[in-house]
C-alpha cells in the first residue's frame, strides 16, 4: 500500500492506543491481501500513479455486485477511536475501508484475500481469475509500445473472450478515453 495511513484511520493522538492499532495492522498485512479496483479507468491520475504514466495497462473485470466488493469511504478527518467498549466488526471494517479523502479520484472499491489460500511466487501473491474476478478488458496506455500481436500472445486462450484496445488523453477534458482511431496500434 503506498499510503500510510492505511488501517490507521482513527486518531491516534493516545501513544497505548496507536501502539495497539499498529500491531493490529501488521498482523492484518500478515494474513490479507487487498484486490484494489477502480470503478473508472478514465481518471488521468490513475494512469500516472499507477500505469508507469501511461505507458502500463489497465485491466477490466466483470464482477459480480455483491458484498465481496466493498467501497472505500473517504474522509477528510481521522474517525474518533472507540473508548470504553470492545471493537466491532463495523470499527474493524472502518479501519479496512477508510482512506483521506484526497484519495477519492481513485473511486476505489477492495476485496480481502486470505494470503494463505493465495498463489505465492517469489514474494508476491496473486488471486487467480474465477467466476467473482472474470478478465472481461484491457485497456493498453498511450504510451505502451506493446503490440496488438503482443498482447493477444499473452493472454493466449483468453484472447478472443477479452475487449483489447488502446486509450488516449481526451482532446476537449482532462480524462482518457478510448482511440477510436484503430489504425496507429500496430
Known amino acids: 500500500m503506498n499510503d500510510p495511513f492505511e488501517f490507521l484511520g482513527w486518531n491516534l493522538q493516545d501513544p497505548e492506543t ?24 478514465s481518471n488521468p491520475l490513475l494512469w500516472g500513479h499507477y500505469a508507469t504514466k501511461h505507458q502500463g495497462m489497465a ?4 464482477v459480480p455486485d455483491d458484498d465481496l466488493y466493498s467501497p472505500v469511504k473517504y474522509r477528510s478527518t481521522r ?6 467498549r470492545d ?4 470499527d474493524v471494517d472502518s479501519l479496512l475501508l477508510t482512506k483521506f479523502s484526497a484519495w477519492r479520484y481513485e473511486s476505489e472499491y477492495r476485496c480481502f484475500c486470505r494470503l494463505d489460500e493465495s498463489i505465492h511466487d517469489n514474494g508476491l501473491y496473486f488471486e487467480p481469475f474465477s467466476p467473482t474476478l472474470k ?3 484491457i ?3 498511450d504510451q505502451s ?8 500472445a499473452a493472454l493466449g486462450d483468453q484472447h478472443p473472450h477479452v475487449t483489447t484496445f488502446k486509450a488516449r488523453p481526451a482532446f476537449g477534458t482532462f480524462s482518457v478515453v ?9
Open 18 to 41: 496507536r501502539a495497539k492499532l499498529r500491531n493490529w495492522k501488521a498482523e492484518r498485512n500478515a494474513e490479507l491481501g487487498i484486490l484494489c479496483f477502480s470503478r473508472e479507468w
Open 87 to 90: 471493537i466491532t466488526e463495523a
Open 178 to 186: 478510448r482511440n477510436r482511431n484503430s489504425a496507429p496500434w500496430k
Open 135 to 137: 478478465l472481461a478488458e
Open 145 to 152: 509500445t506493446i503490440t496488438r500481436a503482443e498482447l493477444a
Open 59 to 62: 485491466i477490466g473485470f466483470d
Open 79 to 84: 474517525m474518533p477511536t472507540p473508548v470504553g
Open 139 to 141: 485497456i493498453v496506455g
